[in-house]
T-cell receptor
Framework: SQQGEEDPQALSIQEGENATMNCSYK?????LQWYRQNSGRGLVHLIL?????REKHSGRLRVTLDTSKKSSSLLITASRAADTASYFC??????????????FGQGTTLQVKP | ETGVTQTPRHLVMGMTNKKSLKCEQH?????MYWYKQSAKKPLELMFV???????ENNSVPSRFSPECPNSSHLFLHLHTLQPEDSALYLC???????????FGEGSWLTVV
């Protein structure tokens, strides 16, 4: 079954607005990562948050992690048209026999209108 | 430029063809991965190689055959594929598993 699930599946906002995407997961994790994918391209790593961290910032990105609720959120502030992309969360689940693979969610497609 | 290079970027092949996808990483990593991305489906992990040894095979059909001759190169050999195998195939690498993964730009595969 899928470990990470993003919400919403699609989000459309105006330039300058903030965008919030959520990710829920099922099992205990070592860390959670967020990736971005422009249409038809490879994924690019944005930020990693460890299970003992609650919040992390990187430029206009803010990630929170609530291990009690098994959820994370990615906030992009002051969005730009260039932020239009799909955003994925990926979890490094603590599973028996897990070789450390990342499990990706289906992603949130963000459209930022100029 | 992520340091992970995939070739070819686009491939069209018939169901009886044999072709290969190639991946090369210039990051000094010791783990490499093949992922499959189809429309409206989550990214699917296919294979994981750690220190050139396959450590994960996610029930991938035998018509996909990976090869990792050294820690910098990874191949995906394709044979008698089906149209439903058409997808974006992404190679990635990391320093050990459990860490940040660096992806290539992907190879778009169309099976006709």
């Amino acid at each position: 079954s899928q470990q990470g699930e993003e919400d919403p599946q699609a989000l459309s906002i105006q330039e300058g607005e903030n965008a919030t995407m959520n990710c829920s997961y099922k099992t205990s994790i070592n860390n959670l990562q967020w990736y971005r994918q422009n249409s038809g391209r490879g994924l690019v790593h944005l930020i990693l948050i460890r299970s003992n961290e609650r919040e992390k910032h990187s430029g206009r990105l803010r990630v929170t992690l609530d291990t009690s609720k098994k959820s994370s959120s990615l906030l992009i502030t002051a969005s730009r048209a260039a932020d239009t992309a799909s955003y994925f969360c990926a979890t490094d689940a603590i599973l028996s026999g897990n070789t450390g693979k990342l499990i990706f969610g289906q992603g949130t497609t963000l459209q930022v209108k100029p | 430029e992520t340091g992970v290079t995939q070739t070819p970027r686009h491939l069209v092949m018939g169901m009886t063809n044999k072709k290969s996808l190639k991946c090369e990483q210039h990051l000094g990593h010791n783990a490499m991965y093949w992922y499959k991305q189809s429309a409206k489906k989550p990214l699917e992990l296919m294979f994981v190689y750690s220190l050139e040894e396959r450590v994960e095979n996610n029930s991938v059909p035998s018509r996909f055959s990976p090869e990792c001759p050294n820690s910098s190169h990874l191949f995906l050999h394709l044979h008698t594929l089906q149209p439903e195998d058409s997808a974006l195939y992404l190679c990635a690498s990391s320093q050990e598993t459990r860490n940040t993964i660096y992806f290539g730009e992907g190879s778009w595969l169309t099976v006709v």
